[in-house]
């Protein structure tokens, strides 16, 4: 099991990009699918946004961020990124970077960690 710290998120304005990060300590994270996930204002649930395989090859995307992010990940940094561009103010949330046991990547029962989440604010 691998523990997660991300780092990144702040107040921008719509329009700009940002780049969260995850570090991953453990012995497991270059055998371990990573995602992000996000939970906005007033939202019960936490929504998947995007995912990558433990090679790194393969990436999966929620909809509406399809063709704006774009997850990676470092095996040797044990890091994986979220690059954010064209911010929307419906991208304002908490994004929490996710280890998973297995999939559906886009389930929160397939994840095995969270870590403590990263405030986004996007302005109008």
């Known amino acids: 099991q691998v523990t997660l710290e991300e780092s990144g998120g702040k107040l921008v304005q719509a329009g700009d990009s940002l780049r969260l990060s995850c570090a991953a300590s453990?012995?497991?994270?270059?055998?371990?699918?990573m995602g992000w996930f996000r939970q906005g204002p007033g939202k019960e649930d936490r929504e998947f946004v995007s995912?990558?395989?433990?090679?790194?090859?393969?990436?999966y995307y929620e909809k509406s961020v399809k063709g704006r992010f774009t997850i990676s990940r470092d095996n040797v940094e044990k890091t994986v990124y979220l690059q954010m561009n064209s911010l929307k103010p419906d991208d304002t949330a908490v994004y929490y970077c996710?280890?998973?046991?297995?999939?559906?990547?886009?389930?929160?029962?397939?994840?095995?960690?969270w870590g403590p989440g990263t405030q986004v604010t996007v302005s109008s």
């Open positions: 453990g012995n497991t994270f270059s055998n371990t699918d």
């Open positions: 996710a280890s998973y046991y297995f999939r559906p990547y886009g389930e929160v029962h397939s994840v095995s960690s």
């Open positions: 995912a990558v395989d433990r090679s790194g090859e393969h990436t």
